[in-house]
């Protein structure tokens, strides 16, 4: 017994803090929010006990979802999350192949392209909302300005005041800084694939093409899935870029975060504590199979 | 060497642990130790900490010092969002019972939410102390005051929503009446569709409370205010033909508007009737300020009247202080507040902010031109409530209503479906 807890207890006292942090600030704090969640507390007379609340269990989270507002919202954040995906995996592996063959200057290009990481959602957001103004032709500015100078009238259209892909809009700056990341990435897994192998596929014969299929493609797959995940649930927290740009009242750019900033601010805790929940469901639909799927691999 | 290892490393971890608990306990007990409701300090909580805003703030409590020079002034003012960051903390703060001694809130419905959470005390004891009751108008009063006849707060400022600012250049270049005056919308509506020919913005708006801020001075325009005041009782149904009618020319109002409209916020908005690229402007008498800081002269370079149908009656939002419960200084509170009702205090804040004193006794004299016109109105003319300041209706209801205007004004919703949601916001 003594010896076990000579053994087990400095690592646990050592431990003690932090698991009493997380256990209090982040796992009380989510059963706290689905408590209220599963509440009437809609006023904010509820909220501080004035007027009673009763458990009302599912109904927040079934009214919800059979509002079109909210639908609006999780079809934005679908939307959003698909475009925002696709495109920084796209310029992420894109950049990264190109600048895996010996470049000149590579360290300079890799600098360029991981820079807009650093600057903040809301920075950037303020610039990308002067680019993305939406007025046309004679009173036309930023990108829309862009692209009469540059001719191209024809690509000229309102950004994200469109109400059904305005979102997307939005997703074009998520893309321009998060895809110097995906490289980053991406260029770490070009790197840690010893040269040998290529040289020994291009003895077997392997033309250019079957090279990148059967020997660099496996390799990077768990570098994608990383990729993937971090992307993934960033896109479903995004609330900063959205608010800088847009405002939490225009429709055209609502998601479930801005919903539950809204409900929050109308004293409606229950509604905005369901938000909540159904944000943090989704994102640990997209997070727990991953952490399964790394779990078995390190265990093989 | 290992021992010293092991225990270094308990060591470490009792400190950190020792470090959390203290984290722990901070908070709680800092406000008890003077909270012995002394007029030693009051902890003023505003968003005025900046421009004209803060510029009034400091008049304030220039006036403050002299009448009060025992009490300390600790400016708990919070920057940015137009005061929604100052909201989302007052809001924790109230919550977790670590009030200021006394907040900024628009006056009216806005802070019905305080007193259904019984956050704020009743101060009509103040008004009858500081002969507040007859200082400030009947009309303004009555709005103050709850069902039961408490008032829960003390104006510092009365601002106009209902104005319409213009740009004479753009009107002459279209070849309209320059003083811009409308008796109805339908004359308005007609000038916009000559200035939309013109090649400028016939009317400049900005972001969804814009918008609801134009909605709601063409329901007053189109219902009068009679039916508009009832719309926040009850007594005027929001299904009505009237309403229908009114949300048709807000529609058509709206389709001669700029297309950037939701990336902007007001002084965008009002900046482009200044720089001549838009003719009109529907914003509250907060915007002169705008005006006057680029040395633009009223009457000659921009004209200043009540929205198109709306004269004669006066869409007044009001700033006011509170005395919240378990305020931790209020004496401290009643002193602010003394000060605040008073003439001095309420010449010298106004004189500087741009807005008029709620007092019908102020002198004229010590106000800006624009500021007499509106002082002579705010004496004269119907006083009714604004819906997107906050004065007409609770939080909630004015979030729901800013949803379904955002919704229609993007072309996601028609008409119909427009005035249900609207309907179905004003009964909560």
New interface residues.
């Given amino acids: 017994m003594s010896k076990t807890m000579r053994r087990v207890g400095p690592p646990l006292l050592l431990l003690a803090p932090s698991l009493l942090l997380l256990g209090v600030f982040v796992y009380g704090l989510i059963a706290a929010n689905f408590q209220m969640s599963f509440t009437d507390n809609h006023t904010a007379a509820q909220a501080t006990g004035q007027a009673p609340a009763a458990a009302v269990w599912f109904d927040n989270y079934t009214a919800l979802l059979a509002t079109d507002a909210f639908q609006h919202s999780l079809l934005n954040l679908l939307l959003f999350t698909a475009v925002f995906l696709a495109g920084t995996m796209a310029m992420g592996f894109g950049w990264a192949w190109l600048l895996e063959k010996p470049v000149k200057g590579e360290g300079y290009f890799r600098s360029i392209y991981l820079f807009p990481m650093a600057v903040s959602f809301v920075a950037s957001g303020v610039v990308w909302r002067w680019l993305l103004n939406s007025n046309q032709d004679e009173q036309a500015s930023g990108l829309n300005r862009l692209f009469q100078i540059i001719g191209l009238d024809f690509l000229q259209n309102n950004w994200w005041n469109n109400v059904t892909f305005g979102i997307i809009a939005i997703a074009i700056p998520a893309i321009w800084q998060l895809s110097g990341y995906v490289m980053a990435l991406f260029l770490a897994g070009f790197r840690g694939i010893p040269d040998e192998l290529r040289e020994a596929a291009r003895m077997d014969g392997a033309t250019e093409l079957q090279l990148y299929r059967h020997v660099l493609f496996p390799q990077l797959s768990p570098v994608a899935l990383s990729a993937l995940i971090i992307i993934g649930h960033m896109s479903l927290k995004s609330f900063d870029l959205i608010m800088s740009i847009s405002k939490p009242a225009n429709y055209q750019t609502k998601v479930p975060a801005v919903d539950m900033y809204v409900f929050k601010s109308s004293f409606d805790y229950a509604n905005a504590a369901a938000v909540g929940a159904i944000l943090l469901i989704i994102v640990a639909a997209v997070i727990i199979p991953y952490l399964i799927h790394t779990h078995r691999e390190e265990k093989r | 060497m290992r021992i010293n290892k ?1 225990s270094a ?2 060591a ?3 400190a ?2 020792g470090m ?1 608990l203290a984290a722990c306990g901070g908070g709680s007990g800092s406000g008890d130790a003077d909270a012995e409701g002394g007029a030693d300090q009051v902890e003023v909580f505003t968003w005025w900490a900046a421009g004209s805003e803060k510029a009034g703030l400091d008049a304030l409590v220039g006036v403050f010092q002299e009448q009060h020079p025992d009490t300390e002034f600790v400016n708990g003012a919070v920057a940015g969002g137009a005061g ?1 960051a100052a ?2 903390l007052l ?1 924790t703060r ?2 977790a019972q670590d009030p200021p001694d006394t907040f900024q809130a628009h006056a009216g419905a806005e802070l019905q ?2 007193i ?4 704020i005390e009743d101060v009509s004891g103040l008004y009858d102390e500081f002969g507040l009751t007859d200082a400030f108008p009947a009309d303004l009063v009555e709005r103050l005051s709850t069902e039961d006849g408490a008032i829960y707060s003390i104006p510092s400022n009365i601002h106009r929503a209902n104005v319409m600012w213009a740009n004479p250049a753009v009107l002459e270049d279209a070849g309209l009446d320059t003083s811009a005056e409308y008796e109805d919308l339908d004359a308005f509506i007609a000038d916009l569709e000559e200035l939309d020919e013109a ?1 400028v ?1 016939p009317l400049s708006v900005a ?3 814009t918008q609801v801020h134009l909605l709601e001075t063409v329901l007053l325009a189109d219902l009068g205010p009679e039916a508009y005041s009832g719309l926040w009782d009850g007594s005027t149904d929001w299904e009505s033909d009237e309403v229908t009618g009114a949300l048709e020319d807000f529609e058509t109002i709206m389709s001669f508007t ?3 409209r ?2 902007l916020d007001w002084p965008e908005a009002t900046q482009q009737v200044i720089d001549g ?1 838009a003719a009109f402007n529907i914003m509250g008498d907060w915007a002169v300020a705008a005006f006057e800081e680029q040395d633009k002269e009223l009457g000659t370079d921009f004209v200043a009247v009540p929205s198109p149908g709306t004269a004669g009656t006066f869409d007044f939002l009001a700033d006011s202080f509170t005395l919240p419960v378990g305020a931790p200084h209020p004496e401290g509170t009643e002193a602010w507040l003394e000060t605040i009702g008073s003439l001095e205090g309420q010449t010298a804040f106004n004189a500087a902010k741009g807005s008029i004193p709620a007092r019908t006794d102020a002198d004229p004299a010590e106000f800006s031109e624009y500021q007499q016109t509106a002082i002579e109105s705010f004496a004269n003319d119907t006083i009714v409530s604004s819906l997107a300041h906050g004065a007409a209706t609770p ?2 209801t004015l ?2 209503i ?2 379904a205007t ?2 229609f004004t ?3 919703s028609d008409l119909d479906a427009y005035q249900s949601e609207l309907a179905a916001a004003a009964q909560g």
């Avoid at chain 2, 259904?116 to 956050?119: E, S």
């Fill in positions: 092991k490393g308990v470490a971890s009792v950190v642990l959390t929604s909201k989302d809001q109230l919550q939410d305080y259904d959470a019984a956050q090649d913005t972001t969804t409370w700029n297309a950037d939701d990336g690229q939080v909630a979030n729901a800013s949803d955002s919704k993007t072309g996601a």
